[in-house]
């Protein structure tokens, strides 16, 4: 099903964030006899990101599906497949190519249950790689966090490890609602200790609930993905200077669990969001907003800060591409300008 790397003395495994993934969906495929996997490449070929890896060969080509390069027709015929009870995984290679799936996404999966008045139920994860990897250019290099969470109808998930990647992966598949699952390349990768009942196949994270990854009294991080790295790594920095910031992992962007931030900031009093995606309507604008409409407002003692992604097209050269996104020392200047 898939490697553990090795076994600690402390009785944790550890793995990859790919292996995670990969061990929720042999796990959840073998619960539920509705449950299949289709995209492009994820059978024979192992997956194009090996996220997949051994599926085919344990479950046979009726559950894993390997499909021709047209999004718009694997994701419409798991909707319809979906609409009938069975319970599709979608694997786009990467959300970049789901654009050429949207309207399935968006007018079909996220608005059938309302516009059936209840009738119809689409169980159904749409997963794949989201924002930027390297060096692959404005047209691969996008994140989709903002245009998704924005639709009513959908849950949006965005895990950051491997206990994010198993409990939500498995919450989505056995959840009766379209998933968005938003994955993130350079975090395959990354290796996170385990606890055992971590890889318990009944193990599932709460779908709307954040994580406090590190308590602190100064300031609140409020990030998700890839992010989580960069703002805990800010956080370690920071603290050498006597500076305690809590970081908080949404997990799931929507519904956003409004509760940890406005608690977080009652006692902090100071707010830094950080995303990879671009500012304008972005998750940290809608943290702002979160943050004006309720009481959270009062305790604010500095204005929030946003750090995002460059408001250009991803440059391909790596130089450019590097300056585009935010990195660690960006979030401790951030940090420090809240505290000013």
């Known amino acids: 099903m898939l490697r553990i790397v090795h076994k600690l003395r402390c009785g944790f495994a550890k793995m990859t964030v790919r292996e995670a993934i990969n061990s929720a969906m042999a796990q959840e495929i073998e619960r539920d006899q509705n449950v299949f996997l289709i995209g492009e490449e994820v059978g024979q070929y192992q997956g194009a990101y090996k996220v997949s890896k051994g599926l085919y060969d344990r479950f046979g080509k009726s559950r894993i599906w390997d499909t021709p390069i047209t999004e718009a027709g694997f994701t419409g015929l798991s909707v319809g497949a979906a609409m009938y009870g069975l ?93 968005v699952f938003l994955e993130n390349e350079i975090m395959y990768n990354e290796a996170f200790e385990v606890p055992d009942n971590v890889m318990d196949k009944d193990y599932l994270i709460p779908i709307g609930k954040a994580k406090i990854m590190r308590e602190g009294k100064d300031v609140t991080i409020v990030t998700f993905s890839k992010m989580v790295k960069f703002s805990m790594l800010a956080a370690a920095e920071l603290e050498r200077e006597g500076i305690s910031c809590e970081v908080i992992n ?35 604008a809608e943290i702002c907003s979160i943050i004006n409409e ?26 450019l591409e590097e300056l585009s996104f935010p990195k660690t020392h960006n979030i401790v200047e951030a940090v420090k300008l809240v505290l000013k």
């Open 87 to 179: 319970k599709p995984i979608v694997e786009f290679m990467t959300f970049n190519f789901a654009m050429q799936a949207i309207d399935h996404v968006i007018n079909s999966a996220a608005k059938l249950h309302y516009m059936s008045a209840g009738g119809l139920k689409t169980s159904i994860v749409f997963r794949g790689i989201n924002g930027a990897a390297a060096a692959v250019a404005a047209q691969h290099s996008q994140c989709f966090a903002a245009w998704y969470s924005q639709v009513p109808g959908l849950i949006v998930l965005s895990p950051y490890d491997c206990d994010d990647a198993r409990g939500l992966l498995k919450a989505a598949v056995r959840n009766p609602n379209p998933v």
């Open 250 to 284: 949404l997990r799931t962007l929507k519904p956003l669990d409004r509760n940890t931030v406005i608690e977080s900031i009652k006692k902090t009093h100071r707010v830094v969001t950080v995303e990879e995606g671009w500012g304008q309507c972005g998750i940290g």
């Open 294 to 319: 309720t009481n959270a407002f009062f305790h604010l003692d500095a204005p929030v800060v946003r750090v995002t992604g460059a408001d250009i097209p991803t440059p391909y050269a790596f130089n």
